[in-house]
């Protein structure tokens, strides 16, 4: 117990250290991971800004002037990158913010405030612990595939309807300069985004246009080389050139605006440092409020991160340890709610960056993150002149991949009901939020699945099939199942139930007595294809039986499977019906109704 602990447990990190770590891994390692954080940086600073409304910014700028949104992302970076890749369970494995929780962050956001976002991601932290301790890494592989695609498709479209603002480079600004509050629901931001049209700016929409042109261009002519790295740095350079960041144009009659916002008109800049620790507060009232979106946080990031390792270990042929995995992702998500970070998970595209550039080991991830850290401590000056329309046109491209678009045409090809909860969980995830949309989404699949389980169960009459051999011509001689005497005598039905029978197809049974004008004297069960049964099919089987001996019917079962066995002598069924009654096989059955039919008309005469 205690080694199938060790081995489920031990970082993968660690294993990589005991094979040998030499020069040649470690020069692996670290172009992978400058390469990486070339990629990570504006991606970090763009989900940082997405994540965060104005409101919740104007307030942490009250904390503290260096807590702006995109540092925030920077910080859950280095930090929740370092962890994820030290203590995670693959070794390819690139953690931090991701695009699947900016919708989710910003309606935690809205309602509680930055506080009540690193308290949920804190509890997000201790459930994803729990769930790897309790080893229920293999239990997030059973949410449905239409679950998934719905929502990551209702997360991409979410993202699109977010970054309208700064791609058009819209104004949402009160005369007197103070931010107009954005809401947290797609129509709401749709809405606001319209009202707020008069304040286009053909600059920045320019900016971001051209920012996914280079990237789409290179994307196709120049693959390896980090595409919105190069966007960024060109569109700064343009703003900057143009004068865009400095001149002003009068909005709304007293305040004055940029022509293209970058990060130092909006925030001012980003820290040269990482930020002093600090606690969460923490009170029952909180905690009672936060945990539907402490859980959303938790699943979300289980998923993403888990996909993410099996995306990897397909790439390169290595397995993942996902218990490990999970605890990994815990601690880094408390971490970074202690230093001022978002919620973090594993990120898909990095890691599968990572291994594209030769990563070996989890040390290119824990480089990746301390170049990060390093990029911010010398590079700070700079950020400030990068246009937030260009960080929109990123999210835009990130938005496009996660929603998988090329697979949706096949899944409404697919069976209808799997369609209906993709749309489900869709509409849920773009209208309403991510939360109930993965609930109503997994509930919904589940139901659809146990109808289907339901129609595949059946309970049929078998008297024809005897009478006419069909059952003969299938007979094997190896399965004691079937039957080598199929004569039936009067008074005696047989039925056959294939398939689980729980609590979808007990009813099936109940109907089977209904059918007969004058009860038989005699009825065999069938349930050499019954390999599970549940607490309510036990109860139908009881029912039945009890109808029977009112009917003054006798029941017998026949070819009944351990598991059913050892489900009806627990709940106490085999003392009920007697051992006597139950049969290893159809055959056996059929000789003990003979008697008992038998004995009756003997008794009769």
């Not at 993968?12 to 692996?28: P, S």
């Not at 009170?283 to 993410?308: D, K, W």
């Not at 937030?388 to 991949?401: G, M, P, Q, R």
Request: contains cysteine.
């Amino acid at each position: 117990m205690a080694s199938d602990w060790k081995v489920r447990h031990t970082p993968t990190l660690v294993v990589c250290l005991r094979e040998g770590y030499g020069r040649g891994r470690f020069l692996a390692d670290l172009g992978a991971g400058l390469t990486v954080a070339v990629i990570a940086l504006p991606l970090s600073m763009a989900l940082g800004i997405a994540s965060i409304p104005l409101s919740t910014a104007a307030e942490l700028a009250a904390i503290h002037p260096w807590l702006t949104p995109p540092a925030m992302g920077l910080f859950t970076a280095v930090v929740a990158g370092f962890i994820v890749s030290a203590l995670g369970g693959s070794r390819f494995q690139i953690g931090g913010p991701t695009a699947a929780f900016m919708p989710l962050v910003f309606t935690v956001c809205v309602a509680h405030g930055y506080e009540g976002l690193a308290l949920a991601t804190l509890m997000a932290g201790v459930i994803l612990i729990m769930l790897g301790v309790f080893r229920l890494g293999g239990v997030i592989k059973f949410v449905p595939y239409p679950v998934t695609t719905g929502f990551t498709a209702g997360i991409g479209v979410v993202i699109m309807v977010s970054q309208i603002k700064d791609f058009f480079g819209l104004s949402l600004i009160q005369p007197d300069g103070s931010p107009v509050p954005i809401p947290a629901e797609v129509i709401g931001k749709l809405e606001a985004f319209w009202h707020a049209r008069g304040s286009f700016s053909p600059q920045a929409f320019g900016v971001g246009l051209g920012s996914l042109g280079v990237m789409m261009a290179m994307r196709r002519f120049a693959p390896r080389i980090p595409g919105a790295i190069v966007a960024v740095g060109l569109a700064a350079v343009v703003v900057k050139v143009m004068g865009w960041s400095s001149a002003t144009v009068p909005f709304d009659g007293e305040y004055a605006r940029p022509i293209v916002e970058t990060i130092g008109t909006r925030f001012g800049g980003i820290p040269s440092s990482l930020p002093k620790p600090h606690v969460p507060t923490i009170s029952f009232e909180m905690v009672r409020a936060l945990i539907p979106a402490a859980t959303a946080i938790a699943f979300l990031g289980a998923i993403e991160s888990l996909l993410s390792a099996v995306v990897a270990d397909g790439m390169t042929g290595y397995r993942h340890r996902s218990d490990q995995e999970l605890v990994a992702q815990g601690a880094a998500n408390i971490a970074s709610s202690i230093f001022w970070g978002l919620p973090a998970t594993g990120a898909i595209a990095r890691t599968a960056a990572n291994i594209r550039s030769g990563g070996q080991t989890p040390i290119a991830g824990c480089l990746h993150a301390a170049f990060i850290l390093v990029f911010m401590l010398a590079l700070a000056p700079l950020a400030r002149e990068i246009p937030l329309a260009s960080l929109a046109a990123i999210l835009l491209i990130v938005a496009w991949n996660i929603s998988d678009i090329d697979h949706i045409p096949s899944l409404f090809r697919g069976p209808k009901p799997d369609a209906l909860v993709w749309v489900t969980t869709f509409g849920l995830t773009v209208f309403v939020d991510l939360t109930a949309a993965v609930s109503v989404g997994i509930i919904l699949a589940s139901i659809l699945f146990m109808r289907r389980m339901a129609q595949l169960t059946t309970v049929n009459g078998l008297r024809e099939d005897l009478e006419e051999g069909a059952e003969t011509e299938r007979h094997d001689p190896k399965d004691p199942g079937t039957i080598r005497e199929r004569a039936i005598p009067p008074g005696v039905e047989v039925y056959e139930i294939n398939g689980p029978f729980f609590f979808g197809t007990a009813n099936k049974l109940r109907a089977a007595l209904d059918q007969f004008e004058k009860p038989p004297k005699v009825i065999i069960l069938r349930m050499r294809y019954v390999p599970h049964i549940d607490t309510t099919g036990l109860n139908a089987l009881r029912e039945f039986h009890s109808r029977c001996r009112r009917a003054g019917t006798v029941l017998l079962l026949g070819g009944v499977h351990a598991h059913p066995m050892f489900e009806m002598t627990r709940a106490g069924f085999v003392d009920d019906i007697g051992t006597g009654n139950i049969h290893d096989n159809l055959d056996d059955a059929l000789k003990h109704a003979t008697a008992i039919i038998g004995s009756h008309a003997t008794s009769g005469a």
